[in-house]
C-alpha cells in the first residue's frame, strides 16, 4: 500500500521568510496530492492539491511542485505570517480503482515567529 | 454553504461501553470517509463508504462498525471502548472520486468527534 513520508516535523521561521515541507510516497500510481493546513483541535482544511498530469500550482503565497519520477512533492509558503503557524499535512491518495483512501504523511508543525 | 456536520461533538464513555458517531456530508456528496486522529498524530484512513457500500479499509479495528445509510449519512459504531481509542474521528465527504472532473477529489472535513475513553 501507499507510505507517505513527511519531513520535517518542526520547522520554525521567521515572519517573512519562505517555508518548505517536503513529501515522498511510495505507489507510483497515486495521481493526487492534496495539502491540508490544521489548526489546534480543528479539522484539516485543504489549502492546495496537485494532480499528476501537473508538475507546479500556485495559489497566491502558495505553491506546491510534483516530481512524479522521484515521487517527491513539495509545499512552498512565501512571505510567512504568523496566522500560517498550524500543522501541514501532506497526503497520497491512489486513482479511484486502487481505492478511496488518502493516505497522510505524520505532518509538519510550522511556527512562524513575528 | 453547508458543510459536513458531526455529531456528537464530544463524548465520554469507560472502557467496555459502546460508542455511536454520526456524519452528515455535504449534500449531494455520495461518498464518506472516516479517520482517527490520536494526539500529535495524523489522521488514519479507517473506512470509506461510496453509495451506501464499503468502498475500502483502513487500519479500523474489529470492535468497530460502520455504515452509510440511503440518505448518505454515515454511522461509525465502536463497541468494547479501550482507552487507546480516545482520540478525535474526522468524517469527510466528497463526490464521488471519479478522474474526470478536478473537483471530484476534494475531500470536506467534519469538525470531528473528540472521543475520551475512561
Known amino acids: 500500500g501507499e507510505n507517505v513520508e513527511q519531513h520535517p516535523s518542526t520547522l520554525s521561521v521567521q515572519e517573512g521568510d519562505s517555508a518548505v515541507i517536503k513529501c515522498t510516497y511510495s505507489?507510483?500510481?497515486?495521481?493526487?496530492f492534496p495539502w491540508y493546513k490544521q489548526e489546534l483541535g480543528k479539522r484539516p482544511q485543504l489549502i492546495i492539491d496537485?494532480?499528476?498530469?501537473?508538475g507546479e500550482k500556485k495559489d497566491q503565497r502558495i505553491a506546491v511542485t510534483l516530481n512524479k519520477t522521484a515521487k517527491h512533492f513539495s509545499l512552498h509558503i512565501t512571505e510567512t505570517q504568523p496566522e500560517d503557524s498550524a500543522v501541514y499535512f501532506c497526503?497520497?491518495?491512489?486513482?479511484?480503482?486502487?481505492?478511496?483512501?488518502?493516505?497522510f504523511g505524520a505532518g509538519t508543525r510550522l511556527f512562524v515567529k513575528a | 454553504a453547508a458543510g459536513v456536520i458531526q455529531s456528537p461533538r464530544h463524548l465520554i464513555k469507560e472502557k467496555r461501553e459502546t460508542a455511536t458517531l454520526k456524519c452528515y456530508p455535504i449534500?449531494?456528496?455520495?461518498?464518506v470517509y472516516w479517520y482517527q486522529q490520536g494526539p500529535g498524530q495524523d489522521p488514519q484512513f479507517l473506512i470509506s463508504?461510496?453509495?451506501?457500500?464499503?468502498?475500502d479499509k483502513g487500519s479500523i479495528p474489529d470492535r468497530f462498525s460502520a455504515q452509510q445509510f440511503s440518505d448518505y449519512h454515515s454511522e461509525l459504531n465502536m463497541s468494547s471502548l479501550e482507552l487507546g481509542d480516545s482520540a478525535l474521528y474526522f468524517c469527510?465527504?466528497?463526490?464521488?472520486?471519479?478522474?474526470?472532473?478536478?473537483?471530484?477529489?476534494?475531500?470536506?472535513f467534519g469538525p470531528g468527534t473528540r472521543l475520551t475513553v475512561l
Open positions: 469527510a465527504s466528497s463526490l464521488f472520486p471519479g478522474d474526470l472532473a478536478p473537483l471530484y477529489n476534494e475531500q470536506f
Open positions: 497526503a497520497a491518495r491512489p486513482p479511484r480503482n486502487g481505492g478511496f483512501k488518502t493516505i
Open positions: 496537485i494532480r499528476s498530469n501537473v
Open positions: 463508504f461510496y453509495e451506501k457500500m464499503q468502498s
Open positions: 505507489d507510483s500510481a497515486s495521481n493526487y
Open positions: 449534500p449531494r456528496h455520495d461518498t
